[in-house]
């Protein structure tokens, strides 16, 4: 596969700060095949703190509200705690993430390059955690998970965002899947942008049925393979010089 960075003379990653990127189109661009990895991952660490945290969500922060908003009202015994750290700590990870947007400017490759870096950090340190501790929902090591792992979606959330590819934010549907109807050849849309928008939806039901059943071995497992999905990424779509930080 080709690296991101690779396809920026294609018109694809080397723009303005923030600009959209409307080359990057196509399901076998480099950039959005990197970006789908990321959408199956997310599927797995919402698979892993919903049914093996306690009812939270660390990426989806739409669901995210709602379930603290049902927990607050003191309805369908849904928590409270665990919704709010979470979405502290995707807000702090979204700071973060901010941060180094503004620090790397319009280093599109590089930005990717950390982004990933600081992920595959997180995710990994999260599936130390749960494995070196017998991990239940409510406890200070579930939270510390659900912190981990929110505070890397809230990072790579606002990396991508800044990156501007089409359909791709990797943690949230909604506006996708608006916009694969309302953009459909049925509606007159493009065949090509109902693709893309079509594999990021089937990618994050992907991850949260990956996720569903290798939680059924351990907390530990699908955390690693987010791990390690996030990583594969990060080599194969990050030149290395880029990694090096040149």
Do not use: C
Not at 18 to 26: D, E, I, T
Not at 97 to 120: F, N, S
């Amino acid at each position: 596969m080709n690296s991101v960075a690779g396809s920026a003379s294609a018109g694809g990653f080397g723009g303005e700060a923030g600009a959209r990127l409307p080359g990057v189109k196509s399901v076998k661009h480099p950039l959005t095949r990197a970006l789908l990895v990321l959408t199956f991952t997310t599927g797995l660490v919402d698979a892993v703190s919903y049914l093996g945290l306690g009812r939270v969500f660390t990426a989806n922060m739409t669901g995210n509200v709602v379930l603290l908003g049902f927990g607050v009202a003191g309805s369908g015994g849904l928590p409270v705690v665990g919704p709010a750290l979470s979405l502290a700590a995707f807000l702090l990870g979204s700071v973060a993430g901010g941060a180094l947007v503004k620090r790397l400017q319009k280093r599109h490759p590089m930005l990717l390059a950390r982004g990933l870096a600081i992920e595959v950090s997180l995710l990994a340190a999260a599936a130390i955690v749960a494995s070196a501790t017998n991990v239940r929902a409510g406890d200070a090591m579930a939270y510390a998970v659900i912190v981990l792992l929110a505070f890397a979606m809230g990072v790579r959330g606002t990396i991508v965002r800044h990156m501007g590819v089409p359909d791709l934010s990797t943690v949230v549907l909604t506006m996708t899947l608006t916009a694969f109807a309302s953009g459909s050849p049925l509606a007159g849309g493009s065949r090509e942008d109902s693709i893309r928008r079509l594999a990021a939806a089937l990618a994050m039901f992907a991850g949260a049925v990956a996720g569903a059943l290798l939680l059924k071995t351990s907390l530990v497992l699908p955390l690693a393979v987010a791990a390690a999905l996030a990583l594969v990424t990060w080599l194969v779509y990050v030149p290395p010089a880029v990694r090096r930080g040149k």
